[in-house]
């Protein structure tokens, strides 16, 4: 792979990605994950729908508006608002990349691409550290609004909480760990007074008990899932070992899933406690998952 080093890990055990996420074309970027199988946001696809639409039932109006967490080049937003699949959007950014095409050239190709689509009515929101990324995503038309931060150290100005504003759902497919409950935490003040669901996946090398904290703190109920899904394949083997040796501080057996290679993540669904059929506080019988779409249920079955 070029221009990373699958050696070079970060604080967290990971590949050093960085330099990835901060040009103002996606071409490298995506060149880059799929050659690591990347498949979490394929993977999540089936249960953000159905959250979506079970949200939508309960009376959240024809159009939802999705906050997308760590949303860089708007990956999430292609394939829940247009419906496209995670290798329709590899194909699409790497003939581009072998024709060599201008950002111009590649943001007009984007506009064709998303024009032909069914278009899910939700409004996509990417909340991200890297400008060049949210940017770019807004310029082709993938997320409606952009906030551009580090919510981890600093709060967030009036106009970027009035961007958030209203927001139904948040979910996110692997920055957890990367940022945790403060950033969640300036998310949920600016959505206030309205408290949306939350459906985070969260790679297994990771704890999300900050944020669970925290959303309890303000009304929420956190039930993890059962069935966990790829994220993606190990870069390197010092990459692998990192995430097995975290696994075993943690606790995890890796057997059958890390263990083959690939970063695993669980989700973990946040609603407030009257979605619940609960008083704020009360023990939740309803964390099974009862009340919830069959896909879901699927989710919170004991094992």
């Known amino acids: 792979m070029t221009d990373i080093n699958p050696t070079e890990l970060d604080k967290t055990g990971k590949v050093v990605l960085d330099q990835i996420y901060s040009k103002d074309s996606p071409l490298d970027f995506y060149n880059i994950i799929s050659q690591m199988d990347y498949a979490v946001p394929q993977q999540a696809k089936s249960v953000f729908i159905a959250l979506i639409e079970h949200l939508q039932s309960l009376g959240g109006g024809d159009t939802l508006k999705l906050i997308d967490l760590g949303s860089s080049y708007g990956v999430n937003a292609a394939l829940l608002k247009y419906n496209l699949s995670l290798d329709e959007v590899f194909h ?24 032909a689509c069914q278009v899910r009515n939700i409004e996509m929101v990417g909340v991200d550290i890297s400008d060049p990324a949210l940017s770019y995503a807004e310029e082709a038309g993938l997320i409606d609004e952009r906030v551009v931060g580090n919510f981890e150290c600093d709060p967030m100005t009036p106009q970027q909480q009035e961007r958030l504003s209203g927001a139904d759902l948040i979910i996110s497919t692997g920055c957890i760990g990367y940022v945790g409950a403060a950033t969640v935490s300036e998310i949920l003040d600016a959505v206030l007074p309205k408290q949306p669901w939350m459906a985070h996946f969260v790679l297994r090398t990771f704890r999300f008990d900050d944020v ?30 990192s995430a097995l040796s975290r696994l075993e501080t943690l606790g995890i057996d890796p057997t059958g899933l890390e263990g083959d290679g690939w970063y695993y993540a669980d989700l973990y669904l946040s609603r407030p406690f009257d979605a619940c059929g609960n ?15 069959p896909l879901l249920q699927a989710q919170f079955e004991s094992e």
Do not use: C, N, V, W
């Not at 990349?97 to 998303?114: F, V």
């Not at 959303?215 to 692998?240: D, L, M, N, V, W």
């Not at 008083?279 to 779409?293: E, H, N, V, W």
């Open 92 to 115: 699409h950014y790497k003939t581009a990349k072998a024709e060599g095409l201008s950002r111009a050239e590649l943001l007009a190709l984007d506009h064709k691409l998303l024009e």
């Open 212 to 241: 669970a904290e925290m959303a309890a703190a303000r009304g929420y109920q956190t039930k993890k899932g059962q069935i966990p899904i790829r994220q993606r394949r190990f870069a390197s083997s010092e990459e692998y070992e």
């Open 279 to 293: 008083d704020s506080g009360a023990d939740i019988p309803a964390a099974t998952g009862a009340d919830l779409p």
